[in-house]
């Protein structure tokens, strides 16, 4: 029997999920919104892989993005990993000499930068939000366009203003601002994904050698006009492949081949009934955030606590 | 009413702190409550938004004390925006309606252990400077073997035969601390404690290839393990060795003299003094650079000005020398997550990258 991987990448906006067989093709794919609830987006994922490819013989399962942790005990996963090292191993089977992985995410964004296929260096934004897929799809509700047009309402603008790159409360106020100002409203949508670009080429690329071949990813990069803002401004072609969206979720799945460890997996899991129940642990003054998850009323796992006096043993 | 007196949290330096101050004053010492998270809510809440955090977690530390019923605070000072901490901080408590007397051990914008003297006397009619010299000296010898065995542990932990052995030692050395005082009683903490953490380790050569990490960076967030997120005992649990330059014994002793030294060091980078430990930053990277560590962690709170400066100039180092820096900066956000993915991909390209190194 053929063996296969499934590679789970649970962001703050997106679940992205696939199956791969023995030469790391994807054999099933599916992208779906996680609305502020992993557990049901991730059965729901399961559930429309499941339905692509039917019952098929998936023997390791991994995970990444924020909401790993809970998200692998769940699926009883053989590998949880950052979404980094997910990142750059996925861009990597793919394309093989990439040296500049640019990721941008719905609240996150990165900077990978690979030599001789290995990950030398990166970056990933602190304390601002400025310049990620968050801060576009809000601006995107404002001007009362789908954030999925954005890129080719961009595309049209032939006189883009300039808008503030500092700070997404600063770019926001800029915007309204232009518009009131009189500018076309693809003009400024240009000016916006050229602000976001500028912001994350000052934030998180700041002193960072971006040399080419380039691989533009995550959610972001499904937008043309940003992809075209990165190429102006860094003078150099960037790639955007056809599942960059999906290059974590290969990534792990890519791990969870390497690692060797096997762990049946059961398509069964979207019928059962996961329930989470978060607490603080008042035992100290530490005050952990305790998180114990039920599968069918049947404490699987608990997780948050620092120390062995928040341990909840079933 | 009788004086009960309190002072901010700073790592674990409050076991010699408090058994000083007992010393000292001869009155009650109210040890502020561990540093957590509702430490900072407390202190954030009642801060200027833009002030630096460990700010925020002194205020935190003061109104905590306060409640419990302290009267007296002391706050010391430093060469950044910490020297104007005890105005500020007085302040605010005072607006806030507690009633305190407050001890600044800033004069004429430096630190002053004499200046302390003259407040202590206030209180205890009896002390003489004799007394109080001998006390500065036997704390600061406590404090001096206490970061000894920090630097041990930090050195060795990959050594160690079972997980976390090392830092329950650390633990058991702090309580002997508070009960025994005096130079004979340190010197032999100090020998019971490490011929422990000897018998608990195994040198041998397969943990040799181990990453080595140098953790660099502002003061507060090095040494009060609470606000940079657990970070050092972190690398410590999955037996990376750590270097940290940064400790008391550093701050008030080693510093002093060290200025050429760090400016010869940093010669090609830096010409003259950042402020605080900017300098001293950049000389500790390119000290550990040639030593061979496999990696830096630079972190600093939110608008700390002299380790902005020092960042370019590590970028730069980064880039000349070909070695990776994480650079974290914290804020009051609990995103404790967002943390650990960056400390966990910052590992896993360190081993990806010696990888490479040994095949090559």
């Not at chain 1, 090292?85 to 990597?92: E, F, R, S, W």
């Not at chain 1, 003078?235 to 979720?249: F, K, P, R």
């Not at chain 2, 002390?127 to 600061?140: A, E, R």
């Not at chain 2, 010898?141 to 041990?152: A, K, P, S, T, V």
Request: net charge positive; glycine share 8%; proline share 2%.
């Amino acid at each position: 029997m053929n063996k296969y991987y499934m590679g789970i990448d649970i962001g703050s906006i997106s679940t992205k999920g696939v199956i791969i067989d023995c030469d790391g093709n994807i054999i099933a794919k599916d992208y779906l919104w996680t609305e502020g609830n992993p557990i049901n987006a991730v059965k729901k994922l399961v559930q429309s892989l499941y339905s692509s490819v039917g019952n098929i013989n998936v023997v390791s399962v991994g995970t990444t993005g924020s909401a790993r942790y809970l998200i692998g005990k769940i699926l009883n996963a053989s590998v949880i990993k950052n979404e980094i090292t997910a990142h750059a191993i996925g861009t990597m089977s793919r394309v093989k000499d990439v040296k500049t992985i640019i990721e941008i995410g719905g609240q996150d964004s990165k900077i990978i930068l690979i030599d001789n296929g290995v990950v030398v260096d990166y970056a990933m934004n602190t304390i601002c939000a400025a310049g990620t897929g968050a801060f576009l799809s809000s601006q995107a509700k404002r001007l009362g366009v789908n954030i999925e047009e954005f890129g080719s309402i961009a595309k049209k603008s032939t006189n883009s203003p300039k808008l503030s790159a500092r700070c997404s409360v600063f770019a926001e106020s800029d915007l309204v601002h232009k518009l009131q100002m009189g500018y076309k409203k693809e003009d400024v949508i240009k000016g916006l994904c050229d602000s976001v670009v500028l912001n994350y080429l000052n934030n998180v690329g700041k002193g960072k050698k971006i040399k080419a071949p380039i691989v533009f990813q995550g959610g972001v990069s499904k937008n043309i006009g940003v992809k075209e803002s990165f190429e102006k401004e860094l003078n150099s072609e960037v790639i955007v492949l056809e599942d960059s969206h999906l290059m974590g979720a290969l990534g792990i799945a890519l791990i969870a081949k390497m690692s060797k460890i096997e762990k049946k997996f059961d398509f069964n899991i979207k019928d059962f009934n996961f329930i989470t129940k978060g607490h603080e642990c008042s035992k100290c003054a530490n005050n952990c955030e305790v998180v114990q998850i039920f599968k069918d009323r049947e404490l699987i796992d608990t997780y948050g606590n620092k120390c062995e006096r928040g341990k909840i043993v079933s | 009413m009788k004086n009960k007196i309190s002072f901010p949290n700073f790592g674990n330096y409050h076991y010699p702190i408090q058994v000083f101050l007992k010393k000292i004053f001869k009155t009650d010492i109210i040890v502020p409550k561990k540093t957590t998270k509702n430490t900072l809510e407390i202190g954030a809440k009642n801060s200027p938004d833009f002030v630096c955090l460990p700010f925020k977690y002194n205020l935190g530390n003061f109104i905590e004390s306060l409640k419990s019923g302290a009267n007296i605070l002391i706050q010391a000072g430093g060469g950044c925006r910490y020297g104007y901490y005890g105005e500020v901080q007085e302040a605010i408590l005072k607006d806030l309606g507690y009633n305190f007397t407050f001890i600044n051990l800033m004069e004429n914008g430096s630190f002053s252990i004499h200046k302390f003297y003259k407040e202590a006397k206030k209180y205890n009619k009896k002390l003489n400077i004799f007394t109080y010299y001998y006390h500065v000296l036997v704390t600061l010898y406590n404090i001096y073997n206490m970061d000894l065995i920090d630097r041990f542990v930090r050195r060795n932990v990959k050594y160690e035969l079972s997980d976390g052995i090392l830092l329950n030692i650390k633990k058991s050395h702090y309580k002997r601390i508070l009960d025994k005082y005096g130079f004979i009683n340190s010197l032999k903490n100090y020998y019971t404690t490490k011929h422990m953490m000897k018998c608990n380790i195994l040198k041998d050569e397969s943990q040799d290839s181990n990453l080595k990490i140098c953790l660099l960076g502002e003061l507060y967030s090095l040494i009060e393990e609470e606000a940079s997120y657990n970070i050092e005992s972190y690398l410590l649990k999955n037996h990376i060795e750590v270097r940290r330059y940064t400790d008391l014994t550093y701050l008030l002793i080693t510093k002093r003299f060290n200025e050429k030294k760090l400016k010869r060091k940093a010669k090609d980078y830096v010409k003259y003094n950042l402020g605080a430990d900017g300098l001293d930053n950049v000389a500790h990277a390119l000290e550990v650079i040639d030593e061979g560590f496999d990696g830096i962690i630079h972190m600093k709170p939110f608008s700390c000005s002299p380790e902005i400066s020092a960042v370019p100039i590590l970028q730069k180092i980064s880039k000349d020398k070909n070695i990776p820096i994480l650079f974290l900066t914290f804020d009051s956000q609990y995103a404790k997550g967002a943390i650990e993915t960056r400390i966990e991909a910052f590992i896993d390209m360190l081993n990806m990258r010696k990888d490479r190194d040994k095949n090559e």
